[in-house]
């Protein structure tokens, strides 16, 4: 059987070639180059879908407090009671007069303890707490109400 050989005119023989390292490289590098392109690609689009879940929450919470307006005659949601201002900024004052606070709770640890603000003394229940969780969240919100 005769083997097929080009002679050095042609340039190529049908004999096995090996792949060289630069080969390889410009091979690894073109397949990380389309990797991070379709990555990107895939990111801009995702983006866009967080925009939109985003969207749909505000106008969630936007419709909750408009249906709260709405059954409270005009009130918008707050933490405080309507008779704060009647102790005239005073923690003290208020809970001998007027009454306790309602609790502030912030959230819940991931062993199950509660976070919150409680103000004890007064007319209140003895719980931890004092008038110093009145300065750190009830001022504030008397200000910005």
Excluded at 106 to 135: D, E, H, K, M, R
């Amino acid at each position: 059987m005769n083997k097929i050989h080009f002679g050095p005119t042609t340039g190529w023989s049908c004999g096995r070639r090996a792949v060289t390292i630069v080969e390889v490289v410009v091979g690894t590098l073109c397949v990380v180059l389309i990797v991070g392109v379709l990555s990107g690609a895939a990111m801009m689009m995702r983006g866009g879908n967080g925009e939109a879940v985003s969207y749909a929450n505000l106008a969630a919470i936007h419709q909750a407090h408009v249906s709260y307006a709405q059954a409270n005659g005009g009130k918008q949601w707050s933490a405080h009671l309507d008779n704060f201002g009647l102790a005239g900024g005073s923690c003290s004052i208020y809970v001998a007069t007027i009454g306790c606070p309602p609790p502030q709770i912030a959230g819940l640890t991931a062993s199950g303890g509660l976070w919150g603000y409680w103000i004890a003394g007064g007319l209140c229940p003895p719980v931890p707490g004092n008038c110093g969780n009145w300065q750190g969240t009830y001022q504030i919100l008397l200000r910005l109400n």
